[in-house]
């Protein structure tokens, strides 16, 4: 229940007050029935101010305002020229000029487009869309996915909803307070406002990159900024043809993504060691994984086949199915975590051990491809699995000649074959190497 005491602090507010604390929505000082009470007096003072404006428009032979900003200069002019100096119809006439006068002004709205985000990213060397942004790995695309039903979109399925949310909540990313969170509110069943979302999901919903959308009180206000607009000569995808407010954001002023990627990186940087060993299935020498770091684990993997999927055009479920002859759970688990980190490392210069593995990925994947085609290799080598795969024509010419260049790469794993430096493998032949994996996976 609201007090008189708040009532009157309402009350007391100017009409430019109220419209912008409207216009905030979820993040004005005033919520609940605060909000609404504010709501209920700027709508009372627009309604009277208008009625009083008809009546003193009426009485002094003054059009109606939309009347104004339609007439002509030279009519509004001639109109002026038969009112008296100091009377209130040539006062209403000289607010009409500065209004014009103001509205000469060039716009220089960005509209935060496609093309305003990716000329951001470029300038600043990143992906052209956030690469954190998944359910998986950011709590606020998460959270504002989650609350697009409001704004009349599909919603996350109930079932993996309350599952994410309750992965979420349990994270140090959660918002603690109201001010934090991702927010939508409505005035009389109407969209007003969408506060705190991820740019990247406003964008696949409303065309624009932005963080904050805030709709017309109503259709009066929303005519008058169509004319305005149209006067201005606004492009058709200007923001506020829709929006009376918007606050564009680029993903790297989120104040989540610093928090992602120092994270991601440290998690890369801390990869366990590499074993020296071509083969990739020693069970024996895996060790648990603690509870508290799975949350980190998940987080780091879906990450990396997200950048997977945008370098190579290969995601983690399309993988799957050309693997689908690897039948055992263990094994396709160890796969995706060696490709996982075989990408990685080929990422961050360390390009022998990325190639290990990829070697590693790729001579294990031919063994379980031959025993699922019923085919004997002369021997258990990887030269064998190759000479077996084209004996029997498993393997295209080109997939062929693909594969055999690791037998170059296998030169390289003692030190005594690395002279000098031109033996060294470099990061391009490593991201070549893991490049490889998915070329051989197309053809099984």
Same mark, same amino acid.
């Not at 404006?53 to 002509?72: G, I, N, S, T």
């Not at 990739?280 to 999927?309: D, Q, Y």
């Given at each position: 229940?609201?007090?008189?005491?708040?009532?009157?602090?309402?009350?007391?507010?100017?009409?430019?007050?109220?419209?912008?604390?409207?216009?905030?929505?979820?993040?004005?000082?005033?919520?609940?029935?605060?909000?609404?009470?504010?709501?209920?007096?700027?709508?009372?003072?627009?309604?009277?101010?208008?009625?009083?404006?008809?009546?003193?428009?009426?009485?002094?032979?003054?059009?109606?305002?939309?009347?104004?900003?339609?007439?002509?200069?030279?009519?509004?002019?001639?109109?002026?020229?038969?009112?008296?100096?100091?009377?209130?119809?040539?006062?209403?006439?000289?607010?009409?000029?500065?209004?014009?006068?103001?509205?000469?002004?060039?716009?220089?709205?960005?509209?935060?487009?496609? =093309?305003?985000?990716? /000329?951001? !990213? @470029?300038?600043?060397?990143?992906? #052209?869309?956030?690469?954190?942004?998944?359910? *998986? +790995?950011?709590?606020?695309?998460?959270?504002?996915?989650?609350?697009?039903?409001?704004?009349?979109?599909?919603?996350?399925?109930?079932?993996?909803?309350?599952?994410?949310?309750?992965?979420?909540?349990?994270?140090?990313?959660?918002?603690?307070?109201? =001010?934090?969170?991702? /927010?939508? !509110? @409505?005035?009389?069943?109407?969209? #007003?406002?969408?506060?705190?979302?991820?740019? *990247? +999901?406003?964008?696949?919903?409303?065309?624009?990159?932005?963080?904050?959308?805030?709709?017309?009180?109503?259709?009066?206000?929303?005519?008058?900024?169509?004319?305005?607009?149209?006067?201005?000569?606004?492009?058709?995808?200007?923001?506020?043809?829709?929006?009376?407010?918007?606050?564009?954001?680029?993903?790297?002023?989120?104040?989540?993504?610093?928090?992602?990627?120092?994270?991601?990186?440290?998690?890369?940087?801390?990869?366990?060691?590499?074993?020296?060993?071509?083969?990739?299935?020693?069970?024996?020498?895996?060790?648990?994984?603690?509870?508290?770091?799975?949350?980190?684990?998940?987080?780091?993997?879906?990450?990396?086949?997200?950048?997977?999927?945008?370098?190579?055009?290969?995601?983690?479920?399309?993988?799957?199915?050309?693997?689908?002859?690897?039948?055992?759970?263990?094994?396709?688990?160890?796969?995706?975590?060696?490709?996982?980190?075989?990408?990685?490392?080929?990422?961050?210069?360390?390009?022998?051990?990325?190639?290990?593995?990829?070697?590693?990925?790729?001579?294990?994947?031919?063994?379980?491809?031959?025993?699922?085609?019923?085919?004997?290799?002369?021997?258990?080598?990887?030269?064998?699995?190759?000479?077996?795969?084209?004996?029997?024509?498993?393997?295209?010419?080109?997939?062929?000649?693909?594969?055999?260049?690791?037998?170059?790469?296998?030169?390289?794993?003692?030190?005594?074959?690395?002279?000098?430096?031109?033996?060294?493998?470099?990061?391009?032949?490593?991201?070549?190497?893991?490049?490889?994996?998915?070329?051989?996976?197309?053809?099984?």
């Amino acid at each position: 229940m609201i007090t008189d005491e708040k009532k009157k602090r309402i009350e007391s507010l100017s009409d430019e007050e109220m419209s912008y604390e409207i216009n905030l929505g979820r993040r004005s000082r005033f919520q609940r029935e605060s909000f609404a009470y504010l709501q209920t007096c700027y709508q009372k003072r627009k309604n009277e101010k208008e009625e009083h404006e008809a009546m003193m428009r009426a009485f002094h032979k003054v059009p109606l305002a939309h009347e104004l900003e339609m007439m002509p200069d030279i009519e509004l002019a001639e109109l002026q020229s038969q009112l008296p100096p100091d009377s209130p119809g040539n006062i209403i006439v000289e607010s009409e000029w500065r209004r014009r006068k103001s509205s000469k002004i060039p716009n220089t709205t960005t509209t935060p487009d496609f =093309e305003w985000y990716g /000329s951001i !990213s @470029k300038e600043k060397r990143m992906t #052209s869309r956030c690469p954190f942004a998944t359910v *998986e +790995v950011c709590p606020r695309y998460y959270q504002s996915l989650s609350l697009l039903p409001e704004a009349g979109f599909t919603g996350i399925p109930d079932k993996e909803n309350a599952k994410l949310l309750k992965k979420w909540k349990s994270s140090d990313l959660w918002p603690k307070i109201d =001010e934090q969170a991702t /927010s939508v !509110s @409505k005035s009389d069943s109407r969209l #007003s406002t969408l506060s705190n979302f991820c740019p *990247e +999901v406003l964008y696949d919903s409303f065309g624009y990159f932005c963080t904050f959308l805030s709709s017309y009180a109503d259709e009066i206000d929303s005519d008058m900024a169509h004319r305005m607009l149209h006067k201005q000569g606004a492009a058709s995808n200007d923001p506020r043809w829709h929006w009376s407010y918007a606050i564009s954001q680029h993903y790297s002023e989120c104040p989540l993504f610093s928090v992602l990627e120092h994270r991601n990186k440290n998690q890369a940087r801390n990869l366990a060691p590499v074993e020296n060993n071509l083969h990739i299935f020693a069970p024996s020498k895996l060790k648990p994984v603690k509870e508290s770091g799975m949350r980190a684990i998940a987080n780091l993997e879906a990450t990396t086949w997200k950048e997977i999927e945008n370098d190579y055009g290969v995601s983690k479920k399309l993988l799957g199915k050309k693997i689908n002859f690897v039948t055992d759970a263990f094994k396709r688990k160890v796969i995706f975590r060696d490709i996982e980190h075989a990408y990685c490392l080929a990422n961050a210069g360390y390009s022998k051990p990325a190639v290990i593995l990829a070697g590693g990925v790729t001579e294990e994947l031919l063994r379980l491809y031959l025993i699922h085609n019923k085919v004997t290799p002369s021997d258990k080598t990887f030269d064998s699995y190759i000479k077996a795969c084209e004996t029997n024509g498993l393997l295209k010419k080109a997939v062929h000649r693909l594969s055999d260049s690791f037998r170059h790469f296998r030169n390289f794993v003692h030190l005594s074959n690395e002279i000098t430096s031109k033996h060294t493998i470099s990061k391009a032949t490593a991201k070549g190497a893991v490049a490889s994996i998915f070329t051989l996976a197309n053809d099984f």
